[in-house]
């Protein structure tokens, strides 16, 4: 599959050229004000951009609109489908499409987790069109992206609180930037480029396990003979039908106005990567999570399965999704660009100070927000970040806060100088090196001009981790706005904040090996909070400090935070429930009876060998008989032990701390046993088939 990038993007997109074409010109500049700055939408506006859409459309071969949310810890989202159809007339029908249906929509908003913000008794929600995503047509759908509350008008999805983050750290910033002497600035934005990891499998293996199916990780397997240690799948060539798939991916995407740039092998086996650019990070929620949708269904459509995830297989790197994040003013100044002499740039290192407090004062927040189920057997497994929020500066920056924090004088601070890389070969060029090496066991991390967050889950959406990220910078803007504005002595007062702000959370600062067992010791001798799972990170949510942050800023009032800690305890709760029942039903159906097959087929042939001679040494199958019988009768109490103690479970708590361990005592025996069991008898695909069998 060839395509002419230039050519096809964008084309089912409701966007500003199509706009130009088919709107009246004050329709179209009162659009574009609307996108850029907000403002009221009236009907009548609604009413003639509904009926160039729906025209649009319906030359896309459209015969259906959607209004698209994204319901709370529903990453891949919501639609429901109308249709065109007016009520006949003479036998006659016409496509109707108002601007009201395009402005609202209104679905049950009690069957979506709500926390208790809404009953069953109390199902009114509403969806509201955002105006600054544009619409597009997707699978013959005009499909609308919208925000999502309930009838009090709590917000139930991941894009209003993200859309009021995006106002907060806009006001907040251009307020801070104009203390720097930056009067243009009218608007602060937040970037992100998602980076979404993947498996792929092949889709008739993928159905014939019922774990991937229901829970989309394996509950059971063996290590295959394989897996990433000799370090030759990341980069390597694609597989001809992976690479078909990437290509039908890409193309779609580009179509759809999505900016995927980079794809390629990751580390271990039948693991991939997409990237895009950056993007506003209310434009990048959408494209993630069309990213997440096009992947999964295209995958089907190759005879394929994508995994999202984020510890489809034990034993391999887990799948993750790192959120690269930066701030900067509409005039084109990068927040986080260190400039060429960053120990004299006084508007960075106070943004870097300001960093430094909100994410020490947050980190439990971050910990939650970027997490669910799936990530609790990613963090700290030397595959990802750890769990401990620390913030990587790199040698450049690293080097002037550390001497900060030491207190050297401002106009001393040092400034190591980037040298260009000359890798010594007259055919090869001089290579400009960033100011910053790259530490992939940081949580967050600075690259040169941006920050990564890498701690994010690959199946979640993005919008609560830069929803905090957005709201936490706003947070510590403002208050060095406070301290900062109307000083006598603007920088004086300025250097002395950066000092004292950094002294303060220069334990947040980590430039080692977050691998190391010293940094989890060192982490501890911190105060740095550890936090294993999920669960012990949730009730972060409803905190003193999440609360007073949110509310004084306008992102979420204390009862939609109270919903959110509970809907993620229900989800912890929920999601291992169908694991552990899954691995329940798989033993009782699957393994059990197929490994007493295999024992009687071993007993049947001890038994015929000593009838033809009695005196043939017949140890090995004894031996293989004892280990198997004695595995399987584990297996059967373990089983048992897991029912019993699922069935009790009621908490995310209970689920987190008797359910896991207990699933775990399950898989040890049907692991073993597999590598003792001969493939006839087996009844899934094993890793080595399902990784390496694409």
Same mark, same amino acid.
């Given at each position: 599959m060839?395509?002419?990038?230039a050519?096809?993007?964008?084309q ?9 074409e088919r ?13 850029e ?15 160039a ?5 319906i030359?896309?071969g459209?015969?259906?609109?959607t209004?698209?949310?994204q319901?709370y ?5 919501a ?11 003479g ?17 049950d ?20 069109w ?23 008008g ?33 608007k ?12 792929i ?8 396990r ?25 980069f ?13 991916v ?6 759809l ?50 995994l ?13 999704k790192?959120?690269n ?41 971050l ?19 750890p ?13 002037i ?6 207190g ?23 290579i ?7 530490n ?26 830069n ?57 501890a ?10 669960v ?6 409803v ?11 306008g ?14 305890l229900?989800?912890y ?7 552990a ?5 798989m033993?009782?159906?699957?393994y ?13 042939s ?14 090995a ?16 109490? #373990? !089983?048992?032990? &897991?029912?019993?103690?699922? %069935?009790?479970? @009621? +908490?995310?708590? *209970?689920?987190?701390?008797?359910v896991? /361990? #207990? !699933?775990?005592? &399950?898989?040890?025996p049907? %692991?073993?046993? @597999? +590598?003792?069991? *001969? ?5 899934? /695909?094993?890793?080595?088939? &399902?990784?390496?069998?694409?």
């Amino acid at each position: 599959m060839s395509v002419n990038v230039a050519e096809v993007f964008g084309q089912d997109v409701f966007n500003e050229a199509v706009m130009k074409e088919r709107l009246p010109e004050v329709t179209y500049k009162q659009m574009l004000k609307l996108m850029e700055d907000g403002g009221e939408i009236t009907l009548e506006l609604a009413d003639i951009v509904a009926k160039a859409m729906k025209e649009w459309a319906i030359e896309k071969g459209a015969t259906h609109y959607t209004h698209i949310f994204q319901p709370y810890i529903v990453s891949i989202g919501a639609e429901k489908h109308d249709s065109f159809a007016d009520i006949p007339q003479g036998g006659k029908i016409e496509n109707s499409f108002s601007g009201k249906d395009l402005m609202m929509g209104e679905p049950d908003a009690s069957s979506f987790p709500s926390g208790g913000l809404r009953a069953t008794c109390s199902a009114r929600g509403y969806t509201a069109w955002d105006v600054g995503s544009p619409a597009y047509v997707k699978d013959g759908i005009l499909c609308i992206p919208t925000a999502f509350c309930s009838y009090t008008g709590d917000s139930l999805d991941t894009k209003t609180p993200l859309l009021k983050s995006v106002d907060a750290v806009s006001k907040a910033g251009v307020r801070f930037v104009k203390m720097f002497g930056n009067d243009k600035a009218k608007k602060v934005r937040s970037y992100v480029g998602p980076e979404q990891e993947y498996f792929i499998v092949s889709r008739e293996k993928y159905l014939e396990r019922p774990d991937l199916i229901y829970a989309g990780r394996t509950l059971f397997g063996a290590p295959a003979p394989k897996g990433q240690e000799m370090e030759d799948q990341y980069f390597g060539p694609l597989k001809t039908n992976v690479a078909d798939f990437m290509a039908d991916v890409d193309e779609q995407l580009w179509k759809l106005g999505i900016t995927v740039k980079t794809q390629h092998n990751e580390v271990a086996p039948a693991q991939h990567e997409i990237a895009p650019i950056f993007a506003p990070s209310d434009a990048a929620l959408d494209s993630n999570y069309l990213v997440m949708d096009v992947l999964k269904s295209t995958a089907t459509k190759h005879g394929l399965a994508c995994l999202l995830n984020e510890k489809p297989f034990a034993g391999v790197n887990g799948s993750g999704k790192h959120n690269n994040w930066s701030l900067g003013t509409d005039d084109g100044v990068n927040l986080f660009k260190p400039g060429k002499e960053p120990n004299k740039n006084l508007q960075f290192l106070c943004v870097l100070a300001c960093l430094m407090e909100a994410v020490k004062k947050h980190s439990l927040l971050l910990r939650a927000a970027a997490s669910n189920a799936g990530n609790d057997h990613r963090l700290g497994a030397n595959e990802a970040p750890p769990a401990i929020i620390s913030i990587y500066m790199g040698d450049q920056v690293g080097e002037i806060v550390d001497a900060i924090v030491n207190g050297v004088p401002f106009d001393e601070l040092p400034c190591a100088k980037v040298e260009p890389l000359d890798l010594g070969v007259s055919t090869l060029p001089v290579i400009p090196k960033d100011p910053t090496d790259r530490n992939r066991t940081s949580p967050f991390a600075f690259t040169g001009n941006r920050f990564e967050f890498r701690m994010v889950a690959s199946s979640v959406s993005i919008g609560d981790a830069n929803t905090v990220m957005n709201s936490m910078m706003a947070e510590a803007f403002n208050k060095a706005c406070d301290v900062l504005e109307g000083a006598e002595d603007f920088e004086k007062a300025a250097v002395d904040y950066i000092y004292k702000t950094m002294k303060e959370n220069k334990d947040i600062v980590f430039n080692g090996n977050g691998y190391s067992d010293e940094w989890v010791e060192e982490a501890a001798r911190r105060g740095l909070p550890n936090v294993k799972s999920v669960v012990d990170a949730i009730p972060a949510y409803v905190s003193d400090s999440t609360v007073e942050m949110f509310e004084k800023l306008g992102v979420m009032t204390r009862r939609e935070l109270e919903a959110r800690k509970e809907i993620k305890l229900d989800e912890y709760a929920g999601l291992i429930n169908i694991e552990a029942r899954t691995m329940v039903d798989m033993a009782a159906k699957l393994y059990i009876p197929s490994v007493i097959s295999f024992v009687n087929r071993v007993a049947s042939s001890m038994s015929t060998v000593k009838s033809a001679c009695p005196s043939a040494d017949t140890s090995a199958q004894e031996a293989i008989l004892m280990e198997s019988s004695a595995l399987l009768a584990e297996t059967q109490k #373990a !089983m048992e032990d &897991l029912k019993k103690i699922t %069935d009790e479970a @009621e +908490t995310a708590k *209970d689920y987190h701390e008797k359910v896991l /361990p #207990a !699933m775990a005592k &399950l898989r040890t025996p049907v %692991d073993k046993l @597999e +590598t003792i069991v *001969d493939r006839e008898f087996w009844p899934v /695909p094993t890793y080595g088939e &399902l990784m390496f069998e694409v």
